[in-house]
């Protein structure tokens, strides 16, 4: 088995798919491990470290691609006319492609005609058997604690209440908005650097995660908000008769919050508008915004993603890209760790091969295309052209 590893040409990207850790392991596995030069640079990896570990330093994409039977990305290789180098055309036919591919019926159509079996890690069933292989998790833990540590540079007093000779400087009140995986990480740490912590979601089991962190819990509920998480624990789309009732919960108690983390995602969609202008103009100036959501919209009216703004009444709105990308080096291992779990998993010793049994939860959760068709329930539609 041939394992490629290409340097992420998507912008804002400075993650990579494996660390010399995780080339170890394959190389344990029975591969041989092809890395693109210069593919772990922004993630602090030289490729001196992916060579001491035992691969390959293959010169360009095509040079590590060339042979391979399973090819590892963060993000989806790039498609003729997307970039300088059309890396899905060199990636040979029958390999395993495994990455957060942002899959949808024409990436799976084309995945399908390349006859590359790809693998879509945002898919993956949110079951306890696959949490160590889950990169949604993993990431946005990351981001969550990324945030809030963006959010405490960016602002110009302290976290803690400072008691000192010179007199007391009151400790920073932080709203955190959305308390999944990112939010209880944000959580944690604003807690952790003497934050006075708050948060909202709309899901009822993440009231007492919000307490049990020492937070507390501020928010609207209604019988609406009592079935607001869907089987797969995700939050549901509500009324909009709901978000106008929590909208004012919110107008109250963000004009007294000097930084709000806001992580809002309902899957699948538009992520939901949680911070209006109005709430905006009544927070002080010097307070600080982050938006980890900016991707998928924005919580806040006055995103823009990939810029900070800042408004006329001093507020700072961090809306910047790919959070987890801003702690390449963290975010990297564990990505990478996420992969090699998942390959580890399903992995026959003697073959020294993957092998995917097609009825596997995880294995019809994640693959999208195998030998030349797409599998994937979601995409059915999709027939290779
Ligand atoms: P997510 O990224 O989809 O959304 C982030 C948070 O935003 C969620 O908590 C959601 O409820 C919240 N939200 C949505 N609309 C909102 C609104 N209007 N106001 C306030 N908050 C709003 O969620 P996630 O972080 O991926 O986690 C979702 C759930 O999945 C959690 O219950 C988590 O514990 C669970 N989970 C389970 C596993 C596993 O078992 N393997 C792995 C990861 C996550």
Request: glycine share 10%; charged share 20%.
């Amino acid at each position: 088995m041939r394992l490629a590893v290409l340097k992420e040409r998507r912008p804002a990207e400075t993650r990579v798919a494996a660390t010399p850790e995780t080339v170890k392991k394959f190389i344990g596995l029975g591969c041989s491990v092809a890395v693109e030069a210069g593919a772990g640079l922004a993630s602090g990896i030289p490729d001196a470290d992916y060579a001491a570990a035992g691969a390959e330093v293959a010169a360009d994409p095509a040079a590590a691609l060339q042979g391979a039977n399973i090819v590892l990305k963060i993000r989806a290789p790039l498609a003729a006319g997307e970039g300088e180098v059309d890396e899905l055309a060199l990636i040979p036919r029958g390999a395993l492609l495994l990455g957060q591919l942002q899959a949808d019926e024409k990436a799976a159509a084309a995945y399908a005609q390349a006859g590359i079996d790809a693998g879509a890690m945002e898919l993956l069933p949110r079951i306890t058997r696959a949490q160590s292989m889950d990169i949604l998790s993993s990431q946005a833990n990351l981001a969550g604690y990324r945030a809030v540590i963006e959010a405490a540079g960016a602002f110009d007093r302290g976290f803690p209440m400072l008691m000192t000779a010179a007199g007391t400087i009151s400790a920073a009140n932080v709203f955190v908005m959305g308390a999944g995986v990112a939010g209880l990480q944000a959580i944690a740490t604003a807690r952790r650097l003497g934050g006075r912590v708050s948060a909202t979601d709309v899901r009822p089991a993440a009231k007492e995660e919000i307490k049990s962190l020492g937070a507390t819990y501020v928010g609207y509920e209604s019988e609406e908000s009592k079935q607001a998480q869907t089987a797969g624990g995700y939050a549901k789309q509500l009324s909009a008769e709901f978000y106008a009732e929590q909208a004012k919960v919110v107008a109250a108690h963000i004009a007294k919050q000097d930084i709000v983390v806001t992580t809002a995602l309902v899957q699948g969609r538009k992520a939901p508008q949680l911070v209006t202008e109005a709430m905006v103009q009544s927070m002080k100036p010097g307070s600080v915004i982050v938006d980890i959501a900016a991707d998928a919209g924005g919580n806040v009216a006055l995103t823009k993603p990939g810029e900070m703004v800042v408004t006329e009444n001093g507020v700072k709105i961090l809306g910047w890209h790919n959070w987890p990308g801003r702690i390449s080096g963290a975010s990297s291992s564990l990505f990478a760790r996420n992969l090699l779990t998942l390959l580890t998993t399903f992995w026959d010793k003697e073959a020294k091969a993957p092998k995917l049994p097609a009825e596997d939860e995880i294995v019809r959760g994640v693959m999208l295309t195998r030998g030349g068709a797409v599998v994937h329930p979601s995409f059915q539609a999709a027939k290779a052209a």
